[in-house]
């Protein structure tokens, strides 16, 4: 108690310096509060579902990719064999055309596996979800809708459930509502039945891999690491009942937890990083690379490739330069571009160079006089595609320049306040070097020089933690490397500059001092 009330009265009687104080602390501990809340929200918080430890994420790896959608037979194969997992369901993205009122929209969906929400532990606002019947081929066509769009689209009309609706030309009776809280792997407006689209004879071949991921939930007690190890005897057995298709193949599986978090994780803890060091500052594309991988210096056109999920060998007719396809900030995978007019799809985005935005308006007037019930969506220029692919990434470099701009006017003001206590404790003795004939230029250049001693060794440490610490920012930043030499330029000279004026005040101040003041000072 005694430390603290002398602790109290130094910080009354100099209350400069308490300001000063107060302030970093205030700063330092903002900073970190905010950004720990983001962290606790994202990467803390477990997955909103029952139990959910036990919620593992399920998709396929090859010898070359990780990652990968899984074939449909294989799926299926899973969910009969596992003996480590109570429930695991398959989910694949899909758009619908929704028509019948008065505009045709276009709707984002899931068709999923008729276990899926009981693997997630979730029920429905109203109604029912899919039952064992309705996830097969030949089944009844039925959806579950999500709770925004029964309020939006359909006005909470209370007799939506048993009504049928136009999905994509087909109809689908209404046999659910799903609470809007529920947002699963996003926002998601409509569900169907996976289950249906198994009659495919494309999807009835193992070399398929038509956009399925799977969520499934681990018996009680099982671990991970059994979870995965079930896993593998599977797909070791499947690998040798069909070899052509599933040799080099295996699951990968990774808690829900651990998913969910692994894009937003590397910015997520560099800034938990950055305002750390505040606080401590505060207190003290078939691709060009595809061709490369598979036949390096060989010229590869001419010769003959198999997908593995089409019967017909494809005939190499050129190569074109590595595209980015899926985001500056991703790794890009090897490609096959195929002509639309021999694979024909149900989605597909339509690139169009003009001059403006206005062909928007002449674009929807052509294509509703082709088909009125066609819905097109989103009109973005490419420049608007770029820009949504690395705003996460934007926003943490913004979060981190606001940090780097905290931590500066934090060591300003840090260096001010030591400068000035220092300068003060040291009045006795400047007065005595101006009573012997020292200049008020002597002086300031006596504070500045231990002021610039000390930030110039700062600077020095600085520099060398930085070039271990940029390594962390590799996928952050595009076409600009960790030892960029105009950042280390010009970073040293802002934090001298900043140095010099925060250490000028006080070394100002202690040159105007009055010898004959400065000699009766105690």
């Given amino acids: ?182 947002q699963f792997p996003r926002e998601v407006e409509l569900w169907t039945s996976l289950g249906i689209l198994g009659e495919m004879p494309s999807w009835q071949n193992r070399g398929n891999h038509p956009g399925i991921y799977a969520i499934a939930r681990l018996k009680p007690g099982v671990t991970v690491e059994q979870g995965r190890a079930d896993m593998d005897a599977i797909t070791g057995r499947l690998a040798q009942e069909y070899p052509d298709t599933n040799a080099r193949s295996g699951a990968s599986v990774m808690t829900l937890r651990e998913r969910m978090v692994s894009e937003p994780r590397p910015a997520l803890l560099m800034l938990l990083g950055a305002v750390g060091f505040v606080l401590l500052i505060a207190c003290a594309n078939l691709d060009e690379k595809f061709a490369l991988k598979y036949w390096k210096d060989a010229d590869p056109v001419g010769k003959r490739i198999s997908t593995g999920d089409t019967n017909k060998w494809l005939t190499i007719v050129g190569v074109v330069a590595h595209v980015k396809n899926y985001g500056v900030d991703r790794h890009s995978r090897e490609e096959i571009y195929l002509p639309v007019a021999q694979h024909p799809t149900a989605s597909m985005t339509l690139v169009v160079k003009a001059g403006n935005a206005s062909v928007a308006a002449a674009i929807r007037a052509a294509v509703r006089e082709l088909d009125p019930d066609q819905p097109l969506t989103t009109f973005r220029s490419m420049e608007q595609i770029l820009g949504d692919s690395i705003a996460p990434r934007r926003i943490a470099m ?40 020292a200049r008020p230029a002597d002086v300031l250049a006596l504070v500045l020089g231990q002021s610039g001693r000390l930030v110039l060794a700062g600077v020095v440490l600085g520099l060398a933690a930085a070039l271990a610490l940029t390594r962390l920012m590799g996928s952050l930043v595009f076409d600009v490397k960790p030892s960029d030499p105009i950042t280390y330029a010009l970073t040293p000279a802002v934090l001298l500059s900043v140095a010099f004026l925060a250490s000028y005040l006080p070394a100002r101040r202690a040159a105007r001092v009055d010898p004959m003041e400065a000699l009766r000072y105690e």
């Fill in 1 to 182: 108690m005694n430390d603290l009330r002398f602790a109290l009265r130094q910080l009354l009687k100099n209350p400069g310096f308490t300001a000063v104080a107060v302030l970093t602390l205030a700063l330092g501990i903002g900073a970190n509060t905010a950004i720990f809340s983001l962290v606790n929200a994202i990467m803390l918080r477990p997955p909103p579902f029952p139990a959910p430890g036990r919620l593992i994420y399920l998709s396929e790896r090859s010898s070359h990719l990780d990652g990968m959608s899984i074939s449909y037979p294989n799926l299926v194969d899973w969910q009969k064999q596992t003996v480590a997992f109570e429930n695991i369901a398959g989910f694949r993205s899909e758009g619908y055309n929704l028509t019948g009122g008065d505009t045709p929209e276009r709707v984002t969906g899931l068709s999923v596996s008729a276990n899926f929400f009981a693997t997630l532990g979730v029920a429905p606002l109203q109604g029912r979800v899919f039952g064992p019947d309705e996830d097969r081929a030949g089944a009844t066509r039925v959806a579950v809708i999500s709770q925004g769009l029964w309020e939006r689209r359909f006005g909470r009309d209370v007799d939506i459930l048993g009504r049928s609706i136009e999905l994509d030309a087909q109809s689908h009776t209404v046999i659910g509502i799903m609470p809007v809280a529920f």
């Fill in 398 to 437: 913004l979060l981190l320049s606001a940090f780097s701009g905290l931590a500066l006017a934090l060591a300003a003001v840090g260096i001010y306040g030591v400068m000035a206590y220092s300068a003060s404790q040291r009045t006795r003795e400047i007065g005595v070097r101006m009573a012997l004939g």
